[in-house]
Protein backbone atom coordinates (compact mmCIF):
# COMPACT_ATOMS: atom_id res chain seq x y z
CA UNK A 1 0.00 0.00 0.00
CA UNK A 2 1.13 3.63 -0.73
CA UNK A 3 0.54 5.04 2.67
CA UNK A 4 2.31 2.32 3.58
CA UNK A 5 5.70 3.17 2.24
CA UNK A 6 5.29 6.36 1.70
CA UNK A 7 8.23 7.70 2.94
CA UNK A 8 11.40 8.64 2.76
CA UNK A 9 13.11 9.89 1.69
CA UNK A 10 15.41 12.65 -0.22
CA UNK A 11 15.56 16.48 0.41
CA UNK A 12 15.75 18.88 -2.44
CA UNK A 13 16.97 22.37 -1.85
CA UNK A 14 18.14 24.82 -4.01
CA UNK A 15 22.33 24.48 -4.40
CA UNK A 16 23.51 27.85 -3.20
CA UNK A 17 20.66 27.81 -0.46
CA UNK A 18 21.38 28.94 3.37
CA UNK A 19 20.84 26.84 6.52
CA UNK A 20 16.99 26.93 5.92
CA UNK A 21 14.59 28.68 7.99
CA UNK A 22 11.38 28.06 6.40
CA UNK A 23 10.06 24.57 5.44
CA UNK A 24 9.41 24.31 1.28
CA UNK A 25 5.94 24.86 0.41
CA UNK A 26 5.99 21.71 -1.86
CA UNK A 27 8.23 18.41 -1.50
CA UNK A 28 8.16 16.14 -4.49
CA UNK A 29 8.57 12.15 -2.76
CA UNK A 30 9.75 9.60 -4.80
CA UNK A 31 9.91 6.01 -3.72
CA UNK A 32 12.83 3.88 -4.56
CA UNK A 33 14.34 6.08 -6.67
CA UNK A 34 17.79 7.20 -8.14
CA UNK A 35 20.61 9.43 -7.23
CA UNK A 36 22.07 8.94 -10.73
CA UNK A 37 19.51 11.98 -12.81
CA UNK A 38 20.69 14.68 -10.69
CA UNK A 39 24.75 13.37 -10.24
CA UNK A 40 24.93 12.90 -13.72
CA UNK A 41 23.29 16.27 -14.36
CA UNK A 42 24.56 18.08 -11.93
CA UNK A 43 20.60 18.86 -11.31
CA UNK A 44 20.67 22.37 -9.55
CA UNK A 45 18.83 21.08 -6.43
CA UNK A 46 20.29 19.57 -2.94
CA UNK A 47 19.39 16.01 -2.68
CA UNK A 48 18.92 13.96 1.21
CA UNK A 49 18.90 10.97 0.91
CA UNK A 50 17.36 8.21 3.46
CA UNK A 51 17.22 4.95 3.96
CA UNK A 52 14.34 3.00 5.90
CA UNK A 53 15.01 1.68 9.24
CA UNK A 54 11.49 -0.37 10.08
CA UNK A 55 9.19 -1.60 7.49
CA UNK A 56 9.66 -2.05 4.02
CA UNK A 57 14.13 -1.66 3.57
CA UNK A 58 13.70 1.36 0.77
CA UNK A 59 15.19 3.93 -0.18
CA UNK A 60 13.18 7.20 -0.75
CA UNK A 61 14.15 10.58 -2.44
CA UNK A 62 12.54 13.87 -1.97
CA UNK A 63 12.96 17.31 -3.49
CA UNK A 64 12.37 20.39 -1.93
CA UNK A 65 10.53 23.13 -4.05
CA UNK A 66 8.87 26.62 -3.82
CA UNK A 67 6.68 26.57 -7.06
CA UNK A 68 5.29 23.90 -9.53
CA UNK A 69 7.72 25.82 -11.78
CA UNK A 70 10.46 24.77 -10.11
CA UNK A 71 9.18 20.93 -10.56
CA UNK A 72 9.22 21.97 -14.10
CA UNK A 73 12.33 23.19 -14.65
CA UNK A 74 14.21 20.43 -12.60
CA UNK A 75 12.01 17.84 -15.16
CA UNK A 76 13.39 19.72 -17.96
CA UNK A 77 17.35 19.94 -16.69
CA UNK A 78 17.49 16.01 -16.20
CA UNK A 79 15.73 15.51 -19.41
CA UNK A 80 17.33 18.19 -21.67
CA UNK A 81 20.36 16.30 -20.42
CA UNK A 82 19.84 12.53 -20.00
CA UNK A 83 16.94 12.35 -23.09
CA UNK A 84 15.59 8.36 -22.89
CA UNK A 85 18.05 7.65 -21.13
CA UNK A 86 16.73 9.05 -17.79
CA UNK A 87 15.22 6.56 -16.10
CA UNK A 88 11.52 6.25 -14.81
CA UNK A 89 10.96 6.78 -10.87
CA UNK A 90 8.72 3.73 -9.59
CA UNK A 91 6.23 6.06 -7.96
CA UNK A 92 6.56 9.86 -7.29
CA UNK A 93 3.91 12.10 -5.01
CA UNK A 94 3.57 15.49 -4.61
CA UNK A 95 2.94 17.00 -1.08
CA UNK A 96 1.92 20.41 0.23
CA UNK A 97 3.18 21.96 2.98
CA UNK A 98 0.66 22.23 6.14
CA UNK A 99 1.80 24.92 8.54
CA UNK A 100 -0.91 24.59 10.76
CA UNK A 101 -1.13 20.90 11.21
CA UNK A 102 2.81 21.18 12.07
CA UNK A 103 4.55 21.24 15.59
CA UNK A 104 7.32 23.62 15.84
CA UNK A 105 8.46 23.79 12.32
CA UNK A 106 10.74 26.23 11.98
CA UNK A 107 12.47 24.59 15.34
CA UNK A 108 12.54 21.57 12.35
CA UNK A 109 13.79 22.23 9.81
CA UNK A 110 16.66 24.26 11.17
CA UNK A 111 17.44 20.76 13.08
CA UNK A 112 17.75 19.24 9.03
CA UNK A 113 21.52 20.20 9.24
CA UNK A 114 22.29 18.31 12.23
CA UNK A 115 19.10 15.48 11.67
CA UNK A 116 20.67 11.78 11.09
CA UNK A 117 17.60 10.52 11.34
CA UNK A 118 13.59 11.26 10.72
CA UNK A 119 10.59 9.97 12.44
CA UNK A 120 7.62 9.87 9.80
CA UNK A 121 4.04 9.46 10.65
CA UNK A 122 1.82 8.41 7.75
CA UNK A 123 -1.56 9.17 8.05
CA UNK A 124 -4.71 8.48 5.76
CA UNK A 125 -8.02 9.61 6.75
CA UNK A 126 -11.44 9.31 5.37
CA UNK A 127 -13.06 11.66 3.39
CA UNK A 128 -15.02 14.44 4.36
CA UNK A 129 -13.25 14.34 7.87
CA UNK A 130 -10.15 16.84 7.48
CA UNK A 131 -11.55 18.93 10.29
CA UNK A 132 -12.03 16.08 12.73
CA UNK A 133 -8.23 15.75 11.50
CA UNK A 134 -7.48 18.88 12.28
CA UNK A 135 -8.39 18.82 16.27
CA UNK A 136 -6.75 15.44 16.36
CA UNK A 137 -3.29 17.11 15.43
CA UNK A 138 -4.07 20.26 17.87
CA UNK A 139 -5.27 17.74 20.61
CA UNK A 140 -1.89 15.93 20.31
CA UNK A 141 0.46 19.74 20.16
CA UNK A 142 -1.71 20.11 23.31
CA UNK A 143 0.21 16.82 24.73
CA UNK A 144 2.92 17.52 23.27
CA UNK A 145 3.44 21.19 24.73
CA UNK A 146 2.37 19.67 28.46
CA UNK A 147 5.37 17.30 28.52
CA UNK A 148 7.53 19.59 27.28
CA UNK A 149 8.49 17.38 24.50
CA UNK A 150 11.35 18.75 22.05
CA UNK A 151 10.00 16.51 18.82
CA UNK A 152 9.07 19.23 16.27
CA UNK A 153 7.86 17.92 12.86
CA UNK A 154 6.62 19.33 9.35
CA UNK A 155 3.29 18.07 8.15
CA UNK A 156 2.32 17.80 4.21
CA UNK A 157 -0.86 17.05 2.39
CA UNK A 158 -0.48 15.12 -0.61
CA UNK A 159 -2.40 16.68 -3.57
CA UNK A 160 -0.94 14.81 -6.24
CA UNK A 161 0.28 10.83 -6.62
CA UNK A 162 -1.43 9.16 -3.50
CA UNK A 163 -4.74 8.57 -2.04
CA UNK A 164 -7.15 12.13 -1.29
CA UNK A 165 -6.56 12.35 2.50
CA UNK A 166 -2.93 11.15 2.82
CA UNK A 167 -0.70 13.02 4.85
CA UNK A 168 3.08 12.85 5.91
CA UNK A 169 4.44 14.28 9.29
CA UNK A 170 8.58 14.42 8.90
CA UNK A 171 10.41 14.57 12.49
CA UNK A 172 14.02 15.01 12.48
CA UNK A 173 16.39 13.24 15.30
CA UNK A 174 19.65 14.09 15.76
CA UNK A 175 19.54 10.80 17.49
CA UNK A 176 17.61 7.83 18.42
CA UNK A 177 18.30 8.84 21.73
CA UNK A 178 15.97 11.60 21.37
CA UNK A 179 13.15 8.46 21.22
CA UNK A 180 14.19 7.49 24.82
CA UNK A 181 12.88 10.66 26.32
CA UNK A 182 8.81 10.13 25.86
CA UNK A 183 5.81 10.31 27.82
CA UNK A 184 8.16 7.68 30.78
CA UNK A 185 9.56 10.80 31.64
CA UNK A 186 6.90 13.75 31.81
CA UNK A 187 5.84 15.58 35.08
CA UNK A 188 3.07 14.78 37.21
CA UNK A 189 1.12 18.19 36.23
CA UNK A 190 1.23 17.10 32.82
CA UNK A 191 -0.61 13.88 33.10
CA UNK A 192 -3.82 14.64 33.19
CA UNK A 193 -3.51 17.46 30.09
CA UNK A 194 -2.07 14.02 28.30
CA UNK A 195 -4.60 11.46 29.71
CA UNK A 196 -7.30 13.86 28.05
CA UNK A 197 -6.04 14.46 25.34
CA UNK A 198 -5.52 10.65 24.72
CA UNK A 199 -9.18 10.07 25.40
CA UNK A 200 -10.48 12.98 23.12
CA UNK A 201 -7.76 11.77 20.20
CA UNK A 202 -8.91 7.93 20.27
CA UNK A 203 -12.55 9.18 20.03
CA UNK A 204 -11.41 11.44 17.07
CA UNK A 205 -9.07 8.82 15.28
CA UNK A 206 -12.06 6.08 15.33
CA UNK A 207 -14.38 8.34 13.45
CA UNK A 208 -11.58 9.52 10.91
CA UNK A 209 -9.00 7.81 10.40
CA UNK A 210 -8.15 4.64 7.80
CA UNK A 211 -4.55 4.34 8.43
CA UNK A 212 -1.67 5.34 10.80
CA UNK A 213 1.66 4.32 10.80
CA UNK A 214 5.04 5.44 12.48
CA UNK A 215 8.49 4.53 10.20
CA UNK A 216 11.94 5.01 11.50
CA UNK A 217 14.67 6.33 8.28
CA UNK A 218 18.32 6.57 8.23
CA UNK A 219 20.17 9.99 6.47
CA UNK A 220 22.61 8.17 3.84
CA UNK A 221 25.43 11.06 3.01
CA UNK A 222 26.81 8.98 0.78
CA UNK A 223 23.52 9.57 -1.66
CA UNK A 224 22.87 13.28 -0.48
CA UNK A 225 24.13 16.46 -1.98
CA UNK A 226 24.17 19.55 0.46
CA UNK A 227 25.72 22.91 -0.01
CA UNK A 228 28.71 24.19 1.96
CA UNK A 229 25.87 26.67 3.64
CA UNK A 230 23.76 23.94 4.56
CA UNK A 231 26.26 21.48 5.99
CA UNK A 232 27.51 24.67 7.95
CA UNK A 233 29.48 22.93 11.14
CA UNK A 234 28.02 19.49 10.06
CA UNK A 235 30.94 19.62 7.32
CA UNK A 236 32.43 16.52 8.46
CA UNK A 237 29.16 14.21 8.35
CA UNK A 238 27.24 15.45 4.76
CA UNK A 239 31.07 15.84 2.86
CA UNK A 240 33.00 13.56 4.51
CA UNK A 241 32.48 10.60 2.81
CA UNK A 242 32.97 9.04 -0.69
CA UNK A 243 29.90 9.63 -2.96
CA UNK A 244 28.77 5.98 -4.60
Not at 141 to 160: G, K
Not at 191 to 201: C, L
Amino acid sequence: MWSRTLLFGLFALCATAQTPSQPPTLIRLIRNGSIKPYSDTRAPVTLFGMKSLSGFQETWLMEAHDSFASIENLDKTIANSLGDDSPSPPRTMIALYRPGLSYRPEQAIRMYPKARYFQVFIYRIRPGTDSDFADLVKLRRQALDAINLNRPDIAYQVISGAESGTYVFLGPLVSLATLDSGLANSPVYADGVADASVEARRKIAADGEMSRENLLFRIDPRISNVSEAFAADESEFWHGGKKP
